[in-house]
């Protein structure tokens, strides 16, 4: 491999440096995909003698888990039929002020039996 000194790189004019840095680019190009072939040879004639392909090598698809509908709710206003909550999550701004009214409103009072 020829060695370009540090002085050569140096007197090389604009024009020349960008030729000489798109012949790199190029062979690089080149290297990588003969590299990347051979690899592929190899991974290929492994899989071969084992008996497996290449979409055998795929993770397998994860099962989705099936949503099983709304949270049925735990909580209910205890005047307002209509205000429900599932107990999940941040509590519902009626729920807040609801125990926040008297101090013996507890959870347990208006949970749905």
């Not at 795929?58 to 049925?72: C, D, F, H, L, Y």
């Not at 909580?75 to 509590?91: A, C, I, N």
Request: proline residues 6%; positive net charge; hydrophobic residues 35%.
């Amino acid at each position: 491999m020829a060695k370009i000194s540090n002085s050569q790189i140096q007197a090389l004019t604009l024009k020349e440096a960008v030729k000489i840095r798109e012949t790199l680019d190029n062979h690089i190009a080149e290297l990588q995909e003969a590299q990347k072939a051979e690899v592929l040879e190899k991974v290929n004639k492994m899989l071969d003698e084992v008996g497996l392909t290449t979409s055998d090598l795929k993770p397998p698809k994860k099962a989705r888990r099936k949503s099983s509908g709304p949270i049925p709710a735990k909580y209910q206003h205890p005047t307002d039929k209509s205000l429900k909550w599932s107990g999940r999550g941040r509590p519902k701004v009626w729920v807040t002020e609801w125990l926040a009214e008297n101090p013996e409103n507890k959870l347990e009072n208006i949970e749905i039996k």
